[in-house]
């Protein structure tokens, strides 16, 4: 028996997917953006306690850590004494401090861009809940978050 290219069934054809629109891609690229941003936040988040862990083992005083951090001596106590493996390494307190500056500045600017980012996602979701091309669920659909959270994000903000 010869083979025939031919002879074999064909592929069936599957039934055409809608294509998003323009705010649609948005609302799913929103999704991925916030997760890039949330991780980058954790990360930083955690690098800044070990360095308050390290400052705080090489006897950098809990209110120099306080000033620079904006976090209360309490807390940066509270967050040192996470962190028990670590020892005293001789470096400089101008270093540690240095150091946390530079760590504070990057988390300000990455929790900056995820306030854009929610700002952009607000904007996005009222635009098409005012336009009715989109509800609530289509919402939460596109951007796997749930309805509460979407209704929560569109309420007027009151002072």
């Known amino acids: 028996m010869t083979y025939v290219a031919e002879a074999r069934p064909r592929r069936r054809t599957t039934a055409h997917k809608p294509r998003l629109t323009s705010l649609e891609l948005r609302l799913t690229e929103s999704r991925v953006s916030r997760a890039r941003i949330d991780s980058h936040v954790r990360m930083l988040l955690s690098r800044r306690n070990e360095a308050i862990a390290a400052a705080l083992a090489d006897k950098v005083s809990p209110a120099a850590v306080s000033a620079v951090v904006g976090i209360r001596a309490t807390d940066v106590k509270r967050l040192g004494g996470a962190y028990q493996d670590l020892h005293f390494s001789g470096a400089q307190q101008d ?7 530079a760590i504070v500045r990057q988390l300000n600017a990455a929790l900056e861009d995820k306030d854009k980012c929610v700002q952009q996602l607000r904007r996005d979701v009222l635009a098409g809940l005012q336009k009715g091309s989109l509800d609530i669920f289509r919402v939460a659909a596109l951007t796997s978050l749930p309805a509460e959270r979407i209704r929560e994000l569109i309420r007027p903000e009151t002072l």
């Open 95 to 101: 270093w540690h401090l240095a150091g946390l500056s």
